[in-house]
């Protein structure tokens, strides 16, 4: 007996015998839904609401950002421990402050030494699986990066800059700066960045005006103590 009848009978209990079969009756007739079809029979199956705005699914787990390889400005690091071999950049350098050498041995001999050069601005360092050691010194963070990734090359380049990646950092071209003083402007072609002899293609110290063609082909173009550079052709 549901609820509702439950309580009806609690409300009427001094009905007659005849009074109750016919309120018995007339619950039956109401509990029957009068034959309009408005309630569901007993034990029929009712139909659930539908759910507004469709099903949603859950917003997936965003993967966790992979993190940057990078070598701290100051320190000995042991290749294959400490640092991966691999293709490394430094920025924002100032006054040559940052040094930085690849080394054959810990023995901290000038014999030990592979490449080593004082940064101003921008260098670009490739560490290599023979190299036994990575030192650093003053300089900003290294960073990792892809030996393949793509950018926006400029035409026109800080003459302080250091080095720039061809057909990344600089476009190919003829480059002309001008006002160079006492030979201290320095530029370089060079086909890597290991910073070995073998790695330069050309270079100059120049005074007054100095036009280097950078070539599809070359790797990097470095230059220190210069005025800007600005493609000509």
């Known amino acids: 007996m549901s609820q509702q009848q439950r309580n009806w009978f609690a409300r009427h209990k001094l009905l007659t015998a005849t009074g109750a079969i016919v309120a018995v009756v ?44 990078t070598i701290d400005g100051d320190g000995d690091f042991e290749v294959g421990a400490d640092v991966k071999p691999g293709l490394y950049r430094t920025t924002g350098n100032e006054d ?11 023995s901290g001999e000038p014999e030990s030494i592979l490449a080593n050069d004082n940064v101003t601005g921008t260098s670009y360092v490739e560490i290599k699986t023979t190299d036994k050691l990575f030192k650093s010194s ?34 190919p071209g003829t ?11 320095y530029w370089e072609r060079s086909k890597d960045a290991s910073h070995g002899m073998d790695s330069i293609l050309a270079n100059d110290n120049a005074t007054g005006t100095a036009i280097v063609k950078v070539t599809a082909k070359d790797g990097y173009f470095k230059s220190s103590d210069c005025g800007d550079w600005v493609k000509t052709s």
């Open 26 to 69: 007339v619950i039956g007739a109401a509990m029957g839904g009068g034959g309009d079809g408005d309630s569901p029979t007993t034990g029929s199956k009712q139909e659930q609401p539908a759910k507004q705005g469709g099903d949603k699914k859950a917003p997936e787990p965003k993967a966790p950002e992979k993190k940057a390889v």
């Open 96 to 106: 040559a402050m940052c040094y930085w050498e690849r080394a054959k041995s810990a």
């Open 138 to 171: 003053g300089c900003n963070e290294w960073e990792a990066v892809d030996p393949k990734a793509t950018g926006t090359p400029k035409t026109t380049l800080k003459g302080k800059g250091g080095m720039f990646k061809v057909g990344v950092d600089i476009a």
């Open 175 to 185: 480059y002309k700066s001008t006002g160079n003083k006492d030979a201290s402007c």
